[in-house]
């Protein structure tokens, strides 16, 4: 399945997703990409959107290496297999996630302009992105969204290599994968066009998803 971009993409899975419309979802978009995904879905489903901040961890002088992902509330997911196969000083992998977490500081504050993030306890919590490579960067979302006290985790994405579907169903409630081919290398090869989202993207479909439902952050 070839998706168009990511509108295409988050349309497409909406629909795949309209049935849990009847739970009042908050849809969590990942960004950058995975938020114009997020956006179409929680249109769909007349749901609030907010995002979820997570940082890949790369491996020092090879960062599109991840060996893991951390989160908002301290959550930390490490990859040791990768830890041990980049075989890097433990002190230096120290100092990414250190550069990472004030980076995912940084970013909360850009993408929500000083606003609290959307409740989600005790709610059913859908997490979007615009795909899955290794799951680091998803598998470190879901426990975010569980450490922030939803009830449901859906995890959501329009393409997936089939190993790490079933690996994040260890963390999610559900997975829901569009298309999951055997031969999946990358993420991009199953877009069109998968040009990169920008910042100022992000801040207004946050802005204009608020508009629509009209369900505002609070604080705001």
Do not use: N
């Amino acid at each position: 399945m070839i998706f168009t971009d990511r509108v295409d993409a988050g349309r497409r899975l909406g629909e795949a997703l309209r049935p849990l419309g009847d739970a009042e979802p908050v849809v969590l978009g990942l960004p950058r990409g995975g938020v114009p995904v997020a956006f179409e879905v929680a249109r769909t489903l007349h749901a609030p959107l907010d995002v979820i901040i997570v940082r890949k961890l790369g491996v020092p002088f090879h960062r599109e290496l991840g060996f893991g992902a951390i989160g908002e509330g301290d959550v930390r997911v490490v990859h040791e297999a990768i830890v041990r196969m980049s075989r890097v000083d433990r002190e230096d992998l120290a100092e990414v996630e250190r550069t990472e977490r004030e980076e995912l500081a940084r970013k909360a504050q850009r993408f929500r302009r000083g606003r609290s993030r959307v409740p989600v306890e005790g709610r059913t919590v859908i997490v979007v992105d615009d795909g899955i490579a290794t799951g680091a960067t998803a598998q470190a979302a879901c426990r975010v969204a569980r450490a922030q006290g939803a009830a449901r985790v859906v995890l959501a994405v329009p393409v997936a290599p089939p190993d790490a579907v079933t690996t994040l169903r260890e963390d999610a409630d559900e997975v829901v994968a569009l298309s999951t081919p055997s031969d999946f290398a990358a993420v991009g090869e199953w877009y069109e066009d998968f040009s990169q989202t920008a910042d100022d993207e992000v801040v207004d479909l946050l802005s204009r998803s608020t508009g629509e439902t009209g369900e505002a952050h609070p604080g705001k």
